[in-house]
């Protein structure tokens, strides 16, 4: 029996990153859709020979016990799927996850969880962006996600480009509808 | 004759802009503190730029990323054109790569080279606070590095959590155009494992240069090492030893690492006559930034 669990991290206060990245986007790649942008932590926790719920309740010992995952002063975090966002129709959610090609995890985190609680088999970390923008007059979302994929997410020079470097990272753009919960 | 000019840029959260003027100004430059932000007419005056090291703005969404896009990189890409002398050092380095000033190629200016999280192995280490040593290959190739000797091993410290080269493969086959800055043993043995290679670098590279030889990217700070009192005791190193008889003396005295100044300045003299022609050019084309 496997259960595997996905927790969302964030920062609850201003997330500089977001705030420089977004003055980034907007001023120097001169891409002027962009309405908000948000950052997550993903975690995906894979546990051995437990229930799902079981698996849930040692997840929600270890943040209560440690800080390891969320240090509860600055941030905050979701289990499973991220909350219902609510845009209006001139706007496109865009979700992207950003991994470093190859090791990011810091092997203290992954031996104090996996040595802590033999349960847990395997922890991965992503980064996750947020984007709403504006939707452009006569675009659909495939149009959407291409401009941004091209003038936002993959940096290919100073001028393209600024989440995601091309030579030591790589990204998903995720679906939607498996990532926020419906109610 | 007047000492050539050289501006340090420093971005908002730099923070090794001292040591680096001084280490210029005692080899024989007029070295000044620029912010980010000095108007273009002034900065454009310069026979070189630096950036030095630190945590521009706070390595927000990666090392060097934000810098990178700020208009003052336009002036240092009209200066890499002219041919000036830019040095990156550390967070330098990092504004370099992602501003695609190194290795630039192609000379379109694409980001072609990544500082990625430093790696012991597979394993991710974190910051890096320590002293290595390098050495140097195909020395010709850039003006920083004309004055050394090929296979010398040299000590100098790092400081970086993302600093390990990752450069795009098409690159990998080049490599020999661009002088280089290799991370060796103190036999100037270059060792891909850890501790030698401190970061997990593409072969092993410390710093190197773009195709033109006029701009030099470096991880580690030869503004911290080109002293004999920066030399630690502790290092297994005849700059150490040196240090010792310099200090019995009452002296102090300096590193080959003096060579990187010193190589840099006369080169700058060489040209600025050309440069300070060239910089109306420039001014007129933009006012200020």
Known sequence: MRA???????????????????????????????????????????????????ALESLKGI?????????????????????????????????????????????????????????????????????????????????VEKELKEQVILTTSRQKGILVHPISESFDILPIQDYYSKT | MSKPRCGIIQFPGSNCELETQYAFQFFGWDAMIFRWNTPLDVLSKMDAYVLPGGFSYQDRVRAGAIAAKMEIMELLIDADKWGKPIL??????????????????????????????????????????????????NTQKSLFTT???????????????????????????????????????????????????PNGSMLNLAGFSNKKGNVLAIMPHPERACFLKQIPFWIPDPLADEKREHFKKGEDGVTPWKNLFIGMREYALENREQWARNTFHVISRGGSL
């Open chain 1, 63 to 143: 943040l209560e016990k440690s800080i390891v995952l969320v240090n509860p002063n600055k941030e905050g975090y979701y289990f499973d799927c991220l909350p219902p966002k609510r845009i209006d129709l001139n706007h496109n959610l865009v979700l992207i996850k950003v991994s470093q090609n190859e090791a990011f995890l810091d092997p203290h985190i992954e031996r104090f969880l996996i040595s802590g609680n033999n349960r847990i088999s395997k922890i991965e970390q992503a980064l996750l962006w947020e984007l709403i923008v504006t939707k452009p007059e006569g675009k659909d979302i495939a149009d």
């Open chain 2, 88 to 137: 990156g050092i550390c967070n330098g380095c990092q504004i370099l790569a992602e501003a695609g000033v190194i290795p630039n190629t192609k000379g379109e200016y694409e980001l072609e080279a990544a500082l990625a999280p430093n790696t012991r192995g597979k394993e991710p280490i974190g910051f890096i606070c320590d002293w290595v040593w390098v050495t140097f290959k």
């Open chain 1, 4 to 54: 595997s669990l996905r927790l969302f991290t964030y920062l609850k206060g201003i997330d500089l990153q977001c705030m420089s990245a977004s003055h980034a986007i907007e001023r120097f790649l001169h891409y002027p859709y962009l309405k908000k942008l948000s950052r997550f932590i993903l975690w995906h926790i894979h546990y051995e020979n437990v229930s799902r719920h079981e």
């Open chain 2, 147 to 197: 004055l050394f000797n090929e296979g010398d091993a040299l000590p100098i410290p790092i400081n970086h959590g993302e600093g390990r080269f990752l450069l795009k493969k098409s690159i990998l086959d080049s490599i020999e155009s661009y002088s280089q800055i290799q991370f060796c043993t103190s036999k100037a043995e270059v060792l891909p494992s850890f501790p030698v290679n």
